[in-house]
Antibody, heavy 118, light 108 residues
């Protein structure tokens, strides 16, 4: 059973930084690409970032490129999102996601809320 | 970046009716990498369809996906009470993902 548990959300001022974590269990974490997806209050889903199973490749949405950094520690089955220069429009629930696009392997965490406000 | 546009924004239907949801891409998308998700309030999304037409494990056969190129469709043949939710299409191209803005299927 895939289990993903996000942590690290909270309230931060504009321009500030926050680091999200995602603890994975129930599957071979080192074998899967991982994503962060966010959802602003009352809005739709927005993909944020992807990291290849071995960390060798990363990609980002234009809205966060240069400000956010995705990383992983396969020895600890952990996924991270370092968020810098936060803006009010970064306010959202952030989900970590394990997904293999070639099949139906798909697991989501419960999300962690990030609020950027002065 | 490929933009996905879903229509309609809201679909008002009764249980037992057929729902047809559209997803149009701004440029051609590989059918291998087009998926549909269902999301209910307060929950994480659930994968329904991947590869444009393949049902994920445990998804009832009243859900079906079709399409290719820039036009894709999710059909729910007979709406059950638990199907009233928001549906998103999602594509993956060149390691970049995008989601459509969603279609809400509500009870009429």
């Amino acid at each position: 059973q895939v289990q993903l548990v996000e942590s690290g959300g909270g309230v931060v001022q504009p321009g500030g930084s926050l680091r999200l974590s995602c603890a994975a269990s129930g599957f071979t974490f080192s074998g899967y690409g991982m994503h962060w997806v966010r959802q602003a209050p009352g809005k739709g889903l927005e993909w944020v970032a992807f990291i290849r199973y071995d960390g060798s490749y990363k990609s980002y949405a234009k809205s966060v490129e240069g400000r956010f950094t995705i990383s992983r520690d396969n020895s600890k089955s952990m996924l991270f999102l370092q968020m810098n220069s936060l803006r009010t429009d970064d306010t959202a629930v952030y989900f970590c996601l394990a997904r293999d696009v070639r099949n139906d392997f798909d697991g989501w965490g419960q999300g962690t809320l990030v609020t950027v406000s002065s | 970046e490929i933009v996905l546009t879903q229509s309609p924004g809201t679909l008002s239907l009764s249980p037992g009716e057929r729902a047809t949801l559209s997803c149009r891409a701004s440029q051609s998308v590989s059918s291998n990498y087009l998926a549909w998700y269902q999301q209910k309030p307060g929950q994480a999304p659930r994968l329904l369809i991947y590869g444009a037409s393949i049902r994920a494990t445990g998804i009832p056969d009243r859900f079906s996906g079709s399409g290719s190129g820039t036009d894709f469709t999710l059909t729910i043949s007979r709406l059950e009470p638990e199907d009233f939710a928001v549906y998103y299409c999602q594509q993956y191209t060149w390691s970049l993902w995008t989601f459509g803005q969603g279609t809400k299927v509500e009870i009429k």
